[in-house]
């Protein structure tokens, strides 16, 4: 059973950082690339940021770009998102997704993914 798990959200006030982290079972996960995306209240799913199977390769919304970064651990079936100068408007739930995939891919359209966690909540108070 596919199972991907994430922490290390919280309230945070706007300017600061937190990284998250997604935790996977049940795959072989240097095989799948992974997707980072958020969710606020009345908005739909939208992309933040993926990282490749091999970690050699990644892509964020131009939202986060330059703010946050992704990185990966594949001993330890973990992918981070590193999230600093956070926003007010980077509130949201936010969720880990992997994709089975050669090394160099990644994607960030949600469709593309297998598998979903069930996300973890980032306030940014202003």
């Known amino acids: 059973q596919v199972q991907l798990v994430e922490s290390g959200g919280g309230l945070v006030q706007a300017g600061g950082s937190l990284r998250l982290s997604c935790v996977t079972s049940?795959?072989?996960?240097?095989?799948?690339?992974m997707g980072w995306f958020r969710q606020a209240p009345g908005k739909e799913r939208e992309f933040v940021g993926a990282?490749?199977?091999?970690?050699?390769?990644?892509v964020f919304a131009d939202s986060v770009l330059g703010r946050f970064t992704s990185s990966r651990d594949n001993a330890k079936n973990t992918v981070y998102l590193q999230m600093n100068s956070l926003k007010p408007e980077d509130t949201a739930v936010y969720y880990c997704?992997?994709?089975?995939?050669?090394?160099?891919?990644?994607?960030?359209?949600?469709?593309?993914?297998?598998?979903w966690g069930r996300g973890t909540q980032v306030t940014v108070s202003s």
């Open positions: 049940g795959l072989t996960f240097n095989n799948y690339a």
């Open positions: 990282i490749s199977a091999s970690g050699g390769s990644t």
């Open positions: 997704a992997s994709r089975h995939s050669g090394p160099n891919y990644y994607t960030p359209f949600k469709g593309d993914y297998d598998y």
